[in-house]
């Protein structure tokens, strides 16, 4: 399963990216509010730290604003996925560029049937938002399962990007189910490898290496 980082924080985005764990970046209006930089400022350094696609959102309405941004924006590098929000032209507006060869990240999706529409529009990744709609009594895992086998059946390529992740089990869940991406908040990828067996373990091991006084080199 590839990892994605979902932040618009160069600090983390720099520091995550040298672990070699990081496939890609997710960001949107919201996350990129946060930032001093102008959007585009901050685009163009956040693809110039990952070779993996960056989504990158438009938050105009209607298809012909959407394009203008989304024209703007893909011209910063050739990894960025432009972000479309699940409505009526956001789904012409995918259809436009990904005709044009241009990755598109369909958002905001929270049903299966919005999956098919977005895939037969081309789309290059659906995120499905697990962690909303948990939060209204919904299984969010089961969506990412459904999506999964829609898209087996007609041999759809738009790739599942499990979005929302509120928790390690989040992970654990959409891994077993197969989806191809998770994006992850910088603290869920640190949550993923810190143990706390595995600094004891580790402690305990070096502890009795010191006190042998051998050496490897
Ligand atoms: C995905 O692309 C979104 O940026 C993100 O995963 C939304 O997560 P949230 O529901 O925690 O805001």
Known sequence: M????????L???????????????TTNPSLASKSEKSFIELIKEISSLIKGPVSAEVTAENLSEMIKEADKLRQISDNIAIKVPLTVDGLKCCKKLSDE??????????????A?????????FISPFIGRL??????????????????????????VLAASIRHPLHVLQVAKVGSDVAT???????????????????????????KSGKKIT
């Open 2 to 9: 590839k990892i994605f980082v979902d932040t618009a924080d």
């Open 11 to 25: 600090n983390e985005i720099s520091e995550l990216s040298e672990s070699g764990l990081i496939d890609g970046v």
């Open 101 to 114: 060869g241009t990755m598109v990240n369909v958002t905001l999706c929270f049903s299966a049937n919005q």
């Open 116 to 124: 098919l529409l977005a895939a037969k529009c081309g789309a290059t």
């Open 134 to 159: 948990d939060d209204i009594g919904i299984n969010g895992i089961d969506l990412i399962s459904d999506i999964l086998d829609i898209y087996d059946n007609y041999g759809y390529e738009t790739q």
């Open 184 to 210: 992850l908040p910088p603290k869920i990828i640190r949550q993923l490898y810190n143990h706390p067996l595995t600094d004891k373990g580790l402690a305990s091991f070096l502890s009795d290496w010191k």
